[in-house]
């Protein structure tokens, strides 16, 4: 019962939070949110596909976008899932697909961003991310609830990677990962340091408007300009105010048929019914 009722409160929220089921409907959104001067970040919704069908319609989907955001000329980049390229098939499989999917986006000047999954999938994503730094065109997102997040950035910041900062979606062992918002939050925090002190390219992803702001003082000081970024449909409106302040604004717009997954991650993080409640009465406009 429990699940058919957290069933049916995600399909009420997924309309806020995605795009829509099609490739045709994420590219009207990235055309809207273009249009008040922020990036889109492309997501193809599904995980964890071991069908060969699944994984080969999803990469057909990647290449239709890629032609799509060169036709239309949008402001647009990619962000993949490893598991949906076939990371649970074989990592041969996956780096073929990423691979091709990486260097059509280079033909096109599109940008390639790796999401990051559950812990045991983190040193094969960095790994096969490793080697499509030579690229040029290929970002990689960082949990900073992982207890390792800190050695990792390290080390691909060394190698020139690009780093998208993120707190995490997954629900994960207290071995691995700090537990408490407190304990993220600061991690967070001495990440994003350690990306202004070192780094040349990254993204900041949250909606934490202390660590949004603290970005914008570092900005300042250090003179250099990160890249923010937002889920699509948590805080439309301020991502709108922040490009119009000339801050390099990103959404990630997730679209497809395949949206439980990553809706029940929002309405976990939406935490309480208030935030839920707040999130669908809330129009579905970009301004929202
Ligand atoms: C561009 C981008 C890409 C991402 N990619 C990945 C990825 O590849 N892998 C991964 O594990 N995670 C990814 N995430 C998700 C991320 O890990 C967090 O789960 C998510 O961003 C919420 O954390 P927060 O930083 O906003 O901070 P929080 O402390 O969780 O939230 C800060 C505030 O934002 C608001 N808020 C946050 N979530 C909601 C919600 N669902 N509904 C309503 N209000 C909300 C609340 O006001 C809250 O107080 C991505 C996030 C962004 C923005």
Same mark, same amino acid.
């Given at each position: ?11 009420? !929220? ?19 949110? +273009? ?37 239309? /000329? ?5 962000? !993949? ?19 091709? @999917? ?34 040029? +065109? ?27 900062? !993120? ?6 062992? /207290? ?37 949004? =702001? ?30 119009? =302040? ?29 935030? @839920? ?12």
């Amino acid at each position: 019962m429990d699940s058919m009722l957290s069933r049916a409160a995600a399909r009420l !929220v997924a309309g806020r939070w995605i795009a829509g089921t099609r490739a045709d409907d994420a590219l009207k959104d990235a055309k809207a949110f +273009n249009s008040r001067g922020i990036k889109a970040i492309l997501n193809n919704l599904g995980e964890a596909y071991r069908s060969k069908a699944k994984i080969d319609s999803t990469v057909s989907n990647y290449m239709y976008l890629i032609n799509s955001i060169s036709g239309m /000329r949008l402001s647009a980049s990619l962000s !993949v899932k490893p598991s949906q390229l076939g990371l649970l098939v074989s990592e041969k499989e996956l780096e073929r697909n990423y691979l091709k @999917i990486t260097r059509a986006a280079k033909k096109n000047g599109i940008f390639v961003w790796l999401d990051m999954e559950e812990h045991d999938t983190v040193d094969s994503t960095i790994e096969l991310y490793r080697r499509s730094i030579k690229y040029g +065109n290929t970002g990689i997102c960082i949990q900073s609830y992982l207890r390792r997040s800190m050695d990792d950035e390290k080390r691909i910041v060394g190698d020139g990677g690009i780093i998208r900062l !993120v707190k995490g979606a997954y629900t994960e062992p /207290r071995d691995i990962a700090f537990q408490s918002r407190a304990e993220v939050t600061k991690h967070y925090s001495s990440m994003m340091d350690y990306l202004f002190g070192h780094a040349s390219a990254f993204m900041i992803a949250t909606h934490d408007m202390n660590m949004i =702001s603290k970005a914008m003082r570092l900005e300042k000081r250090s003179k250099k300009r990160a890249m923010l970024g937002m889920l699509k449909g948590i805080m439309n409106r301020e991502a709108v105010r922040l490009a119009g =302040s000339g801050e390099d604004m990103n959404i990630y717009v997730p679209f497809g048929p395949d949206w439980v997954a990553y809706s029940y991650r929002r309405l976990t993080e939406a935490g309480h019914t208030s935030l @839920i409640l707040r999130s669908l009465m809330k129009r579905q406009s970009i301004d929202a």
